[in-house]
């Protein structure tokens, strides 16, 4: 399923250093391409990822990588690259369903921690991250992720997941770990993909293509270009409305949503240098369905009622240029600049502004919310070069330096939207809440390593940062190995690590309203937050140890396991919720208004308010068995994970920044354990992939929507999600060397996640648990796939 283990044959060495020797995340893409064609030709993959010295294939690093072909992800069946890992890989899960406009961006946890601890590279180059934020209640809240989904998996060549702290190497937020994807270089030959399918329940209907060509670029040069599409519809897994006994609340499922994006990768040789490029651009259409309002909210537009659709409306861009060369003073050098930016405009339709219609007799149907908008604009310099001193292998010296422009914008809606209490479901942005931020960014950074024996490998980075608004930091990272045998090595990392908060926390300011309830975020900075006991946002700091053995017991059997802890300090949650006559001062004093008839009201903010320590093993195994004419690659993959919070830190006013649910949302809203196991067996032009998943218990702390303790904030319902395992199944056909067909489905005996107790079921509506990061509910999918090769 996927390569954790693999080994450079010693032929292929000589080479293989030659042309992969370089300096580090930025130096290493210079000799992905080379160097991972020789080693993929004589069976092994050089990683370029958690190492400036790119001498190694996956089994010989200092941390555990996982790499992931395009192939991996294709026999996935998934359509987009969070799913796909989802699949693959033990340590990643997603949440089941995002709230509002969350639920339109795709993000991806690794070990546990927020989508906001996992960096993201391309061509080991720092991306953007999304500027849609995640705002309601749950394991990913305050999250502004990468969008993995708006990178054309058409352009992918394989992927990199380093399962380790690593901002000492790579920068702020690779405290979970780093994803580098690696993209085609080719400069011959592509493919067609189409793929389409639904849910076991006729909704969700999907419909994909993709394609990529790779040509020469003169005598010395390539580019390979990407594209595809992606259509999406609406699912529904609501349970009856409680108010009307149908199921007319179609808020829980999927949203619809519409892709589009396109690719290229290019370089061109001048002698010892070589010039790169490569960016990708995308569109996405975004519709999700809100709390169905009945018809006495406004009968004389809507005499049966109405759901508002929140829409989204996105634009994402990025581009990377650079020049490198081998020889300076007899140093390597890379050279590069990237701009990345994501534009999101949120909107409402099928709504209404219902102060507006007492006041005036009319209202629109349709609204713009709030547009938010985030760039990053950043330049890298990157040196390395051997020195030999007399140890067993030469000292390999890495110094490089960054800057760094990130903005954030929020521009204000129309004035319906925000006219008394706005538009329904989601009012509009005011005025007051809008505005442009920005900071800057520079670091500078080494990296030492060498062996220090024939067995004893070590290597030392450190990286300095300077951010305008977080202040300075210095992070540090020691990372061993010891070669037992030649099957067996032991291998360790201590590192700490480093997380500014993202400019959407610490501006962002929004309201939801739903039939009953309404909840606001207010801006950490701003004075009605600090009316609530607000401090400014400080950085989180962690400290990650990892240990790790590496064995080949015998021929064709691989396996790695990894225990590691990370502690994080002042980590960053949505803390301080006030619920009542305080929150609603407090909302009134940021400009926002509210509906009458409210039965709950509160409003929050972002603050450093818990210590946390997550700890676990990661347990991957491969075998290949040869059945004469075909074989069977085996595979197993597992993680044990648990989280618990070492200290809840107090507001201004004296109150805890955490209570039971929000605690529950860090600690046990992911599964404690995952294992996936598995095979693909190949035989001539057939072959068959079988994977079973199991998902180990959750449990979240979930709010009373009945009875004496209906919207406590201090007492909650326990409920508990039962362990559930999910079947994966595809088979392919060959038609010709160049035209493969195949069928599967995913979750084939279609299973469910436990339900909630109808007490926890907000309007009836939600029966399955939205906070957990376990199975999704929308039970088994079908699909059939079509590619060629050419």
Do not use: C
């Not at 000799?31 to 064609?37: F, K």
């Not at 400019?503 to 701003?526: K, M």
């Not at 401090?535 to 053995?549: F, Q, T, V």
């Not at 044990?640 to 201004?652: H, P, Q, W």
């Amino acid at each position: 399923m996927y390569n954790n283990i693999h080994t450079l044959k010693p032929r292929a060495l000589p080479l293989a250093l030659f042309l992969a020797f370089s300096a580090g995340a930025s130096l290493a893409a210079d000799a992905v391409d080379a160097a991972a064609s020789l080693a993929a030709a004589e069976g092994g993959v050089v990683v370029v990822t958690g190492t400036r010295d790119t001498r190694r294939s996956a089994d010989e690093s200092l941390s555990p990588i996982d790499v992931i072909s395009a192939k991996d992800l294709q026999r996935t069946g998934q359509t987009d690259l969070r799913d796909a890992l989802v699949k693959l890989l033990p340590s990643v899960n997603r949440l089941a369903q995002a709230g509002d406009a969350a639920n339109l961006t795709s993000a991806l946890t690794l070990r546990g921690l927020s989508p906001n601890h996992v960096l993201l590279l391309i061509n080991g180059k720092r991306r953007h991250t999304s500027a849609n934020i995640s705002a309601d209640p749950g394991a990913q809240q305050g999250a502004t992720p990468v969008d993995l989904d708006l990178i054309p998996v058409s352009a992918v060549d394989h992927i990199e997941v380093l399962r380790d702290g690593a901002a000492a190497q790579y920068g702020s937020d690779a405290i979970a770990g780093v994803i580098n994807v690696i993209l085609k270089s080719s400069a011959q030959g592509g493919n067609v993909i189409v793929n389409s399918g639904q849910y076991y329940k006729g909704d969700g209907f999907t419909l994909g293509s993709s394609a990529d060509i790779g040509l020469p670029l003169g005598e010395d040069g390539f580019v390979h270009l990407s594209a595809e599409t992606k259509r999406h519809d609406h699912s529904v897994r609501s349970g009856p409305d409680e108010r009307t006994g149908t199921v007319v609340n179609r808020t829980l499922g999927d949203p619809k949503s519409r892709r589009e994006a396109v690719g290229v990768n290019a370089g061109y040789a001048l002698g010892t240098t070589e010039l790169y490029a490569f960016g990708s651009v995308a569109h996405r259409d975004g519709e999700s369905v809100q709390n169905y309002r009945l018809p006495n909210r406004l009968p004389q537009l809507y005499p049966n009622g109405f759901s508002p659709v929140e829409t989204s409306n996105e634009q994402d861009g990025s581009l990377t240029a650079g020049v490198r060369g081998e020889q300076l003073a007899g140093w390597r050098w890379d050279l590069s600049g990237t701009y990345g930016v994501d534009n999101v405009k949120i909107g409402m339709r099928d709504s209404a502004n219902t102060d507006l219609y007492a006041a005036t007799g009319a209202t629109p149907t349709s609204f713009h919310l709030a547009s938010y908008k985030n760039t990053q604009w950043g330049v890298n310099l990157d040196v390395a070069r051997p020195f030999d001193v007399g140890l067993p292998a030469p000292l390999s010296v890495a110094l490089g330096a960054e800057y760094r422009r990130e903005t954030y914008d929020v521009g204000a809606g129309d004035a319906a939207s925000s006219y008394g209490s706005g538009s329904q479901a989601l009012p509009g942005l005011s005025a007051i809440s809008a505005g442009k931020h920005g900071r800057t960014i520079s670091a500078a950074y080494a990296d030492l390593s060498t062996k220090l024996s024939r067995q004893w490998e070590a290597e030392l980075a450190a990286r300095h940062e300077r951010y305008s608004d977080a202040g300075n930091t210095t992070n540090a990272k020691l990372s061993a190995r010891f070669q037992a045998s030649e099957r067996y090595a032991l291998r360790g990392t201590l590192s700490t690590g480093f997380r500014a908060p993202s400019l959407a926390q610490e501006y962002y300011t929004s309201l939801a309203v739903s039939p009953t309830t309404a909840g606001g975020q207010l801006a950490v900075n701003s004075v009605a937050a600090r009316s609530l006991g607000a401090s400014a946002l400080k950085p989180e700091k962690s400290r990650s140890i990892n240990l790790g053995l590496v064995a080949q017991p015998w021929d064709r059997f691989n396996l790695t396991v990894d225990a590691y802890r990370i502690e994080i300090r002042d980590r960053i949650i949505q803390g301080g919720t006030y619920t009542g006559a305080t929150a609603i001062n407090a909302l009134t004093a940021a400009g926002i208004s509210l509906p009458t008839g409210l039965s709950s009201v509160s409003a929050s903010y972002f603050a450093n308010g818990v210590d946390t320590r997550t700890q676990g093993v990661d347990v991957v195994a491969t075998y290949t068995t040869n059945l004469g004419a075909g074989r069977i690659d085996w595979d197993l993959g597992g993680n044990v994970n648990t989280s618990s919070i070492l200290r809840t830190a107090v507001d201004t006013n004296g109150r805890p920044l955490l209570n039971a649910q929000q605690a529950g949302y860090l600690t046990t809203s992911t599964p404690k354990n995952k294992v996936i196991l598995g095979g693909v067996w190949s035989q001539g032009p057939w072959g068959v992939s079988l994977h079973a998943t199991r998902y180990g218990k959750t449990s979240t702390e979930a709010t009373f929507y009945s009875g004496p303790n209906i919207y406590s904030t201090s007492v909650f319902n326990h409920i508990e999600n039962a362990p559930r395992t999910l079947t994966d199944l595809e088979v392919r056909y060959a038609v010709s060397k160049k035209l493969q067909l195949a069928l599967g489905a995913n979750n084939l005996f279609d299973v469910y996640p436990s339900k909630v107790p109808l007490a926890s079921r907000y309007l009836g509506v939600y029966q399955y648990d939205t906070a957990a990061s376990q199975t999704g509910f929308n039970g088994g999918y079908y699909y059939v796939r079509a590619s060629y090769a050419f």
